[in-house]
């Protein structure tokens, strides 16, 4: 079983559609990342939270730490959010020094007009 | 203020060549991440350095792979006699030093193809 889980792996909305992305961990994290990749090119760090939630334009990231649970919500979708949408989990730092990322498998969405 | 650089982009390599991959973290940032994308599959970590030390290579191969970051210049991840299974997107991030800040800024990724 993977360390940190998303669902789902393949969502395809219709323009305008409210978009919800999950993320589910099983080890200690000291924060966590949500990415978004475009097919082919590189990384963007949207959002990195510890707890609570954030919000970028039309992006919203949640997490419960208790239920070691994080959302990415996108309102009013748009053809150009299609990307590959990735969680990575910091993991706790225990006196040793590595902050090393582990990552979801990522969840494919594409918006169509 | 340059975000995190990488080049080269894309770097065709035949069987039995070396791969060298470079990184230059963002202005202040001190230290370096390592990332592997293979095709088809997620991304994983591959080393962790500071200034002049590796802190964390448990994601690195054993053989024919290693990274160092001098003091002066960027990061290198050294590939030597690659193999087809080499090939993929290698990304850096990275982070500034101490304050409790971990944000990870990623760079563009090199693209490495082995025919």
């Known amino acids: 079983k993977n360390e940190v889980e998303q669902s789902p792996q393949n969502l395809t909305a219709q323009e305008g559609e409210f978009i919800t992305i999950n993320c589910s961990y099983s080890v200690g994290i000291s924060a966590l990342h949500w990415l978004q990749q475009h097919p082919g090119g590189g990384i963007v760090s949207l959002f990195m939270?510890?707890?609570g939630k954030k919000k970028h334009g039309r992006l919203i990231a949640t997490i419960n730490i208790q239920e070691k649970h994080s959302s990415l919500h996108i309102t009013a979708s748009h053809p150009r959010d299609s990307a590959v949408y990735i969680c990575?989990?910091?993991?706790?730092?225990?006196?040793?020094?590595?902050?090393?990322?582990?990552f979801g498998t990522g969840t494919l969405l594409a918006v169509q007009p | 203020n340059a975000g995190v650089m990488q080049n080269p982009r894309h770097l065709v390599r035949r069987r039995g060549q070396e791969a060298r991959l470079r990184c230059s973290p963002m202005k202040g940032h001190s230290h370096v991440y390592w990332y592997r994308q293979l095709p088809e599959e997620g991304l994983k970590f591959m080393v962790y350095l500071q200034k002049e030390n590796i802190i964390d290579e448990s994601g690195m191969p054993k053989e024919r792979f290693s990274a160092e970051f001098p003091k002066e210049g960027p990061s290198i991840l050294r590939i030597q006699q690659v193999v087809r299974g080499d090939s993929a997107a290698y990304f850096c991030?990275?982070?500034?030093?101490?304050?409790?800040?971990?944000?990870?800024?990623f760079g563009p990724g090199t693209r490495l193809t082995v025919t």
């Open positions: 991030a990275s982070s500034p030093m101490a304050s409790g800040s971990h944000e990870q800024y």
């Open positions: 990575a989990a910091l993991r706790v730092n225990y006196g040793g020094a590595t902050n090393k990322l582990i």
């Open positions: 939270l510890s707890s």
